[in-house]
């Protein structure tokens, strides 16, 4: 059960389109569509952004997106804003019947 | 409002035993699975375990096996994890979570708090 692995940090201009991968193998990403998306800002519960690759909960931002290509998920978050700042963390369900949350990446809005 | 209540953190020493319970409010919890998570100081989310909606089911993370226990009381609406031979490495906020769905470790759509266990 190791972490899926992010990048440790990504950063882009207010405005900008900015993606995280998230990379696994074929028993965890590459073999489910249960991949999820969480952003936690400092001293916060994370928050659900997208699930099952690409679907967004109700009230979620149109500018989040999810996709999956083999082993790796990615979240792209397009015309950056300020309060998109935060830490992001993947996840995926596993066929050990477990679950594993990625790295996490720190976004940091320039 | 939908709502989960963590409760029973502390500090325990290694070896030693606790349980966290978590309740639930606002939704239909019997229809749901259910997850702890947790997250040490400063370190990312770590999947602890899950439990079916009527707990026909359970998993558990590598490093808890055999030693944690999810467990749930439907009539009440609680959602409990039985912590034993605990390490320092068990340091963490655990949160309540839980899942869109009810047999799956699918997503994470509602997060409790969290209560801190410290091993020390």
């Known amino acids: 059960q190791s972490a899926l692995t992010q990048p440790a940090s990504v950063s882009g201009s207010p405005g900008q389109s900015i993606t995280i991968s998230c990379t696994g193998t074929s028993n965890d990403v590459g073999g489910y569509n249960y991949i999820s998306w969480y952003q936690q800002h400092p001293d916060k519960v994370p928050k659900l952004i997208i699930y099952d690759i690409s679907d967004r909960p109700s009230g979620i931002s149109n500018r989040f997106s999810g996709s999956k290509s083999g082993n790796t998920a990615s979240l792209t978050i397009s015309g950056l804003q300020a309060e998109d700042e935060a830490e992001y963390y993947c996840y995926s369900y596993t066929g050990s019947r477990t679950g594993v949350f990625g790295t996490g990446t720190k976004v940091t809005v320039l | 409002q939908v709502q989960l209540v963590e409760s029973g953190g502390g500090v325990v020493q290694p070896g030693g035993s606790l349980r966290v319970s978590c309740a639930a409010s606002?939704?239909?919890?019997?229809?749901?699975?259910a997850h702890w998570v947790r997250q040490a100081p400063g370190k990312g989310l770590e999947w602890v375990s899950f439990?079916?909606?009527?707990?026909?089911?359970?998993y558990y993370s590598d490093s808890v096996k055999g030693r944690f226990a999810i467990s749930r009381d439907n009539s009440k609406n609680i959602l409990y994890l039985q912590m034993n031979s605990l390490r320092v490495e068990d340091t963490a906020v655990y949160y309540c979570v839980k899942d869109r769905s009810f047999g799956t470790p699918r997503a994470f759509d509602i997060w409790g708090q969290g209560t801190m266990v410290t091993v020390s």
């Open positions: 439990i079916r909606y009527d707990g026909s089911e359970k």
């Open positions: 606002g939704f239909s919890f019997r229809s749901y699975g």
